[in-house]
């Protein structure tokens, strides 16, 4: 876990091993995402990007039968 501290103009840094672990270039797009009294930073992906993501994920998933 890392500890940041807010600045002055409420700016932080996001520190370099959580930065190239996530693959955040300079200038890219982040989401935030209040969430349980938390902040969460999702880093916004192109489409292109984002193929192939969930390669290997269980997808067996018990469904709710359709109303008719």
Request: no cysteine; glycine share 6%; aromatic share 6%.
């Amino acid at each position: 876990m890392a500890i940041v501290t807010v600045s002055s103009k409420f700016q932080i840094v996001i520190p370099p091993s959580i930065r190239e672990s996530l693959g955040i270039k300079p200038g890219e797009k982040i989401h935030l995402l209040p969430y349980q009294n938390r902040i969460e930073f999702i880093p916004q992906r192109e489409m292109k990007k984002m193929r192939g993501f969930l390669k290997g994920i269980d997808t067996r998933v018990e469904r709710e039968k359709d109303s008719e």
